[in-house]
């Protein structure tokens, strides 16, 4: 799982989700760190647009990172996002006869990466019933799914 192509890949609104679940101290070291500032000074523009074209500046800035340490600021911010996502987590546990507890498990689960093409076909249509297909799909390719790519372009 290459975290950076993860986030460049992802939708500007589920990026946009995925921020606002994030401290805000994260945030304003994102932005300082990748030059992220606000274009506008205009006072008449409102606070919410300054803070979507920053979202909307860091996405872009982020979506060409190549360093190991974006990497791994990439890497939390979807775990963290993927932790308000707990009743997906479950979802995808559940059906594959994992325990856990509303989503959450002791260690990091290796048999995603052991999944057959039709067991990732049926818990991919399984999850698209309750949850938007972006957010499955960001969720099977961080937990490194074995034969997802040829579930997605099926």
């Not at 060409?64 to 479950?90: F, I, M, Q």
Request: net charge positive.
């Amino acid at each position: 799982m290459d975290p950076i192509k993860l986030v460049a890949n992802m939708s500007i609104e589920t990026f946009s989700e995925m921020m606002a679940v994030s401290r805000r101290q994260v945030r304003e070291i994102l932005f300082s760190q990748l030059g992220v500032k606000a274009k506008s000074k205009s006072l008449l523009k409102n606070l919410k647009q300054k803070k979507e074209d920053r979202i909307a500046a860091l996405h872009e800035s982020l979506k060409h990172s190549s360093s190991k340490r974006e990497a791994d600021v990439c890497t939390e911010l979807v775990r963290n996002w993927l932790y308000s996502k707990r009743p997906l987590l479950k979802s995808a546990l559940d059906h594959l006869g994992v325990p856990n507890d509303n989503g959450l498990i002791d260690s990091e689960p290796t048999l995603f990466a052991e999944l057959s093409k039709d067991q990732v076909s049926s818990l991919y249509k399984h999850l698209c019933k309750d949850f938007e297909k972006e957010h499955v799909a960001i969720y099977l390719e961080f937990m490194n799914t074995a034969n997802l790519d040829a579930v997605l372009a099926a």
